[in-house]
Nanobody
Framework: QLELVESGGGLVQPGGSLRLSCAAS????????IGWFRQAPGKEREGVSC????????YYPDSVKDRFTIGRDNAARTVYLQIDGLRPEDTAIYYC?????????????????WGQGTQVTVSS
């Protein structure tokens, strides 16, 4: 049974950086597509990035391109999301999730296992 656990969130000033981690157990990580999503209060869950089972990488909102970097460490069974140049609008709970078919999708409906989330707050 796959379990995902996020960590690395926190309170950061605008312009700062965070490295979020998604630790997986129960399955071989490199055979799965893992996506990062975020949800701000009062807003819908939004896909931000994904790494497929074949290590194809996708970033979804234009606002995160050039600031977010996703990566996978198979030995550590971890998928990372490096976030640089944090902005107040990046404030949200960040979740990692496993795609049910090994492919990346912007839609959270196609992900069947979720972590509990980690809070990112960007404020001065």
């Amino acid at each position: 049974q796959l379990e995902l656990v996020e960590s690395g969130g926190g309170l950061v000033q605008p312009g700062g950086s965070l490295r979020l981690s998604c630790a997986a157990s129960g399955v071989t990580l490199n055979r799965n597509a893992i996506g990062w999503f975020r949800q701000a209060p009062g807003k819908e869950r939004e896909g931000v990035s994904c790494i497929s089972a074949r290590d194809s990488i996708t970033y979804y909102p234009d606002s995160v391109k050039d600031r977010f970097t996703i990566g996978r460490d198979n030995a550590a069974r971890t998928v990372y999301l490096q976030i640089d140049g944090l902005r107040p609008e990046d404030t949200a709970i960040y979740y990692c999730a496993r795609s049910f078919n090994g492919l990346c999708s912007r839609s959270w409906l196609l992900y069947d296992r979720w972590g509990q989330g980690t809070q990112v707050t960007v404020s001065s």
